[in-house]
């Protein structure tokens, strides 16, 4: 079996820098991700020059899009410190940014969620998945504020240092992230809102209780941060924007302190240089550019 899935991997990677080219890449096995995992250590080793670019590494297994392979990726390079990632707005945890962690690579999960539901299908999900249902993450349903972030997270054991932390609630993510004081990602993913220009650093104004589906459908898009909002509070929290997913969206940052000989700081502009973006910017701010947004 191994030889088989070496064979593929081969066959997939070989040395060159198609690694996201290929629909059958997106289905990666838990063998064929450790594999590619070890290729790109190897790239490191013995021909660094060969490393592929940051848009070419994404692949879905349990993401919203091809956050799975630029996480693999990243981590590949730059290791894992204690294998811990919180994930704030996790859906029912069977697409996510932390799923493929926990479920391929043994990864420690706190998840949380708005939705009981949600919460109670991915605590079912992670019970009775073959590959966790030994040690399931914790699962819990939070709502969270600029006030209470803290005491959540410490509340289901996530203190210190954590590997990753991912914040998507569509919502407070800017007053959220800068709450967060008792966990110091190495590296983070926040969604940020791309219909808002490139140029502007402007956030949905703090209210606790907001919920951006509770607006009138034509001022849904009166919700979240600007990414150049995030890199700002970012920057002073001692973190910088290394790249984004393909959309533009959904954007990686990581401490300064890590990893710079391989992932640079990138301007906003790089990860707003794509087609989804543009077309969002042009069809969608102007709906909502006259909202009472915070220049932050």
Request: glycine share 6%.
């Amino acid at each position: 079996m191994f030889n088989i899935v070496k064979q593929k991997i081969k066959r997939l990677l070989g040395l060159s820098h198609n690694i996201a080219s290929s629909e059958e890449i997106k289905l990666l096995s838990q063998e064929i991700q450790v594999l590619l995992k070890f290729k790109y250590r190897e790239y490191i080793k013995h021909s660094p020059e060969q490393l592929p670019k940051f848009d070419e590494i994404g692949f879905k297994a349990y993401s919203q899009v091809e956050e799975d392979g630029i996480l693999l990726y990243i981590f590949s390079l730059i290791g894992a410190a204690n294998k811990k990632v919180v994930e704030i707005c996790a859906g029912n945890g069977q697409e996510c940014m932390a799923a493929n962690l926990i479920i391929n690579h043994g990864w420690q999960g706190y998840l949380f969620d708005g939705s009981e539901n949600n919460v109670k299908s991915g605590q079912s999900f992670f019970a009775n998945h073959k590959q966790t249902f030994l040690m399931p993450p914790t699962f819990n349903q939070a709502w969270f504020t600029a006030e209470n972030v803290n005491q959540i997270l410490l509340d289901s054991g996530a203190n210190g240092e954590v590997d990753l932390l991912s914040l998507d609630i569509d919502g407070m993510d800017y007053w959220v992230w800068k709450a967060v004081e008792c966990i110091q990602p190495r590296v983070c993913v926040f969604e940020t809102h791309n219909v808002i220009p490139s140029h502007l650093s402007l956030t949905a104004k703090y209210d606790p209780d907001f919920y951006y589906l509770n607006q009138p459908i034509e001022h849904q898009d009166y919700r979240s941060a600007s990414l150049l909002a995030m890199v700002n509070l970012s920057k002073s929290k001692g973190y910088r924007l290394i790249g984004s997913h393909r959309h533009g969206f959904n954007c990686f940052f990581m401490r300064n302190d890590i990893g710079q000989k391989y992932f640079p700081e990138v301007s906003v502009e790089s990860c707003h240089d794509n087609p989804y973006t543009k077309l969002a910017q042009e069809s969608r701010w102007n709906r909502v550019k006259s909202l009472d947004w915070q220049e932050v």
